[in-house]
């Protein structure tokens, strides 16, 4: 179908474009922006005045809980989530059951995804066979099926051979290795950051040492066996200082953090509120402050919604019994502008972290930019609206979020993907819409 989405203010980190102007589309690519390329003829146009036209968003870290777990979430659930939310490229971690560890579940999962024909996932393979950090995982037949990088997801390695072997593997093959840095030792008994707060509520504590100490593992290897490493949701203010002494060595190193940890700090826990227990925990204020203050200055690369559905039995429970998890794909954009808004950074610089500059750490060339002749991707959202966030208004099968009950900014208005209108609100809605 051909498109036209008029009169948006176009909004394009890749190519440094904040400028109103038509976007015309056709055959699921963007075929010209400002003038219509010779012949085309509009089957249907989006009037975008007053709005936001910008690629479509790239995620990180989103569980879509398929195979294994659909009891909290199914595929056709949070891909809806995500087309309201805007998010048009999904990274999924590894931690399904059975874990992403062989070919033929890689292409089950890109098979049940594309007959939905919604967002493009892209999986993220398992580094060990069943997580278990006793055998390496074929990597190269994983890439095969569709993998784009290799992780233990929130399962920390205990045998530091067994990574060596991994990192040496990926080098190899120039495959990127995604690492949470959490020290098992340290963290798997623990339950919220390891300070006052622990302290006053009686919860076990998981301390920074967790983090760093992993990351000097984890970089430490990956200097002797050359890996592009990947480190994901980080969570301190000291594991962001040893990336960026990695840097300044000439390390191939990049990050992510989630929006739960440039928004929240342990404080925000209050009277045990298990929303808020999550991996890794909600750190200090001083570590929330030099997090968003990083992601602000480029030092962490992307923006992440660390998306993990919980059923509602699994958090009605005391803080430390909960499961750790929260819902944010519809949450990635309005977070993501009430950071830049804080920072004091331009929408244009803002956005980057939810789509060009995520497209480099997964590697997506077609999207994530909306050069002519790219993939027809497209967001459009309202930045002047403001939403309250309600258990009804989401659409994910998960309600966890610490967020409900916040007026957040920012409402999506349409998303596109590979041109096709998949989440779009009628002239009815808009006018009722905050």
Not at 276 to 305: F, K, M, T, W, Y
Not at 414 to 426: K, R
């Amino acid at each position: 179908m051909n498109i036209l989405i008029s009169n948006g203010r176009v909004v394009d980190p890749a190519n440094r474009t904040d400028a109103v102007q038509n976007v015309y589309v056709a055959g699921g690519k963007i075929v010209a922006l400002g003038r219509a390329p010779d012949g085309f003829t509009a089957e249907r146009t989006i009037d975008a005045s007053g709005l936001v036209v910008a690629p479509g968003f790239i995620d990180l870290a989103a569980r879509l809980r398929e195979p294994g777990y659909e009891y909290r979430a199914t595929l056709e659930s949070e891909m809806e989530a995500a087309m309201a939310g805007g998010v048009t490229s999904l990274a999924i971690p590894p931690d399904t059951d059975p874990a992403l560890d062989e070919p033929g579940l890689v292409e089950m999962l890109t098979y049940r995804a594309k007959k939905l024909n919604r967002a493009h996932i892209y999986p993220v393979g398992a580094l060990t066979i069943g997580l278990e950090g006793e055998r390496l995982s074929e990597m190269a037949e994983l890439v095969e099926a569709g993998c784009v990088a290799f992780s233990q997801a929130n399962v920390p390695l205990v045998d530091n051979t067994v990574l060596m072997r991994a990192l040496q593997y990926a080098a190899t093959f120039g495959f990127r290795v995604w690492l949470q840095p959490l020290a098992p030792f340290l963290s798997q008994v623990g339950h919220a950051h390891d300070g006052e707060v622990a302290t006053r509520l009686g919860l076990s504590g998981i301390p920074v040492a967790a983090e760093t100490v992993a990351l000097y593992t984890y970089l430490e290897l990956a200097r002797l066996t050359g890996a592009r490493l990947h480190i994901t949701r980080l969570s301190s203010a000291a594991g962001l200082a040893l990336i960026d002494q990695a840097r300044a060595e000439g390390m191939d190193v990049s990050c992510d953090v989630s929006i739960n940890h440039v928004h929240l700090c342990d404080m925000d826990i209050g009277y045990f509120n298990s929303n808020c227990h999550l991996v890794p925990p909600l750190r200090s204020q001083r570590d929330r402050e030099a997090l968003a203050r990083g992601l602000a200055e480029g030092r962490i690369n992307a923006l992440c919604s660390d998306h993990t559905p919980v059923d509602d039995d699994a958090k009605q429970t005391p803080f430390s019994e909960s499961e750790p998890g929260a819902t944010g794909l519809e949450l990635l954009l309005p977070l993501t502008l009430k950071w830049a808004d804080r920072a004091g950074l331009a929408l244009l610089d803002g956005l980057a972290r939810i789509t060009s500059d995520a497209a480099k750490i997964v590697g997506i060339t077609k999207a994530g930019h909306l050069s002519v002749g790219a993939r027809a991707d497209v967001c459009v959202f309202d930045p002047d609206a403001h939403v309250t966030i309600t258990r009804e208004g989401l659409r994910s099968q998960g309600k966890n979020t610490p967020f409900l009950g916040m007026e957040l900014p920012g409402k999506v208005r349409y998303t596109l993907v590979e041109g096709q209108v998949m989440y779009g609100l009628s002239e009815q809605q808009k006018v009722q819409s905050p």
